[in-house]
C-alpha cells in the first residue's frame, strides 16, 4: 500500500488566492481527518469525516476553510481566500476501526506558506 | 487547561542512555493511548499503542499507562541518534468522540553520538 498521499508537498500562494489541498487515504480506511501542524499550536484538529459524512468540523478556523470527501478514496481541504496567518503544515491521516485499533496513518503533509 | 499536556522538551541525551517521555491527562474518559514518533519535515507515525493500564514492550520501547494518576509513558533504553526525532501522545475515547485523538504538543529529542 502507497499509504496516505497528500498533494501537493509545497504550495506557495499570494494572500487571497484559493489553495485547495488534496488527500488519499488508505483504501479501506474508514476515518479521515485534516490537521494543521505550526511551532506555536502544534498539531490541530480541523475536521473529520467517517465513512465519507463529516463528523465533526469545530477546528476549522472560520468560513474561509472548506473540506469535502466526495469518495472514499478523496479528499480535499480549500482555503479562500488565503492568508499569511495559514501558513503551516497540512496533515492528512486516515485510520480502521478495527478490534479496537485506533491509530492514525499519516499523510506527508503540504507545507503551505502564503505571502 | 488543555486535556493532554506532555513534558515540553527539548531533550538531549547521550548515545545509549534511558530515556523517559511524558504525558499527562485530565479526561478520565480515555481509554486508548498511543505515542506517535514525527521525524523533521515528515508526518507522524504510530509507534506504540496500548489499551487501558499496563506496560507494553516493543523492542527497546516500552509504553506504560497509570490511569489512577491519569499518566503515561515512553521509555527508550539504548538510545540511538536514529531515535532523534519529536514524540507525540495522543489519546481517544470510547464516548461520543470516539476515533478522535488528543494529541499532546510533542517533546523533541536529540540523541548524541
Known amino acids: 500500500d502507497a499509504g496516505v498521499i497528500q498533494s501537493p508537498r509545497h504550495e506557495v500562494t499570494e494572500m487571497g488566492q484559493e489553495v485547495t489541498l488534496r488527500c488519499k487515504p488508505i483504501?479501506?480506511?474508514?476515518?479521515l481527518f485534516w490537521y494543521r501542524q505550526t511551532m506555536m499550536r502544534g498539531l490541530e484538529l480541523l475536521i473529520y469525516?467517517?465513512?465519507?459524512?463529516?463528523?465533526?468540523d469545530s477546528g476549522m478556523p472560520e468560513d474561509r476553510f472548506s473540506a469535502k470527501m466526495p469518495n472514499a478514496s478523496f479528499s480535499t481541504l480549500k482555503i479562500q481566500p488565503s492568508e499569511p496567518r495559514d501558513s503551516a503544515v497540512y496533515f492528512c491521516?486516515?485510520?480502521?476501526?478495527?478490534?479496537?485499533?485506533?491509530?492514525?496513518?499519516f499523510g506527508s503533509g503540504t507545507r503551505l506558506t502564503v505571502v | 487547561q488543555k486535556e493532554v499536556e506532555q513534558d515540553p522538551g527539548p531533550l538531549s541525551v547521550p548515545e545509549g542512555a534511558i530515556v523517559s517521555l511524558n504525558c499527562t491527562y485530565s479526561?478520565?474518559?480515555?481509554?486508548?493511548f498511543m505515542w506517535y514518533r514525527q521525524y523533521s519535515r515528515k508526518g507522524p507515525e504510530l509507534l506504540m499503542y496500548?489499551?487501558?493500564?499496563g506496560n507494553k514492550e516493543d523492542g527497546r520501547f516500552t509504553a506504560q499507562v497509570d490511569k489512577s494518576s491519569k499518566y503515561i509513558s515512553l521509555f527508550i533504553r539504548d538510545s540511538q541518534p536514529s531515535d532523534s526525532a519529536t514524540y507525540l501522545c495522543?489519546?481517544?475515547?470510547?464516548?461520543?468522540?470516539?476515533?478522535?485523538?488528543?494529541f499532546g504538543d510533542g517533546t523533541t529529542l536529540t540523541v548524541k553520538p
Open positions: 491521516a486516515s485510520s480502521f476501526r478495527v478490534k479496537g485499533s485506533y491509530g492514525y496513518t
Open positions: 483504501s479501506g480506511h474508514d476515518y
Open positions: 469525516f467517517n465513512n465519507n459524512v463529516p463528523i465533526d
Open positions: 479526561n478520565s474518559a480515555f481509554q486508548y
Open positions: 496500548t489499551y487501558s493500564s
Open positions: 495522543a489519546m481517544i475515547d470510547q464516548g461520543v468522540n470516539a476515533g478522535k485523538s488528543t
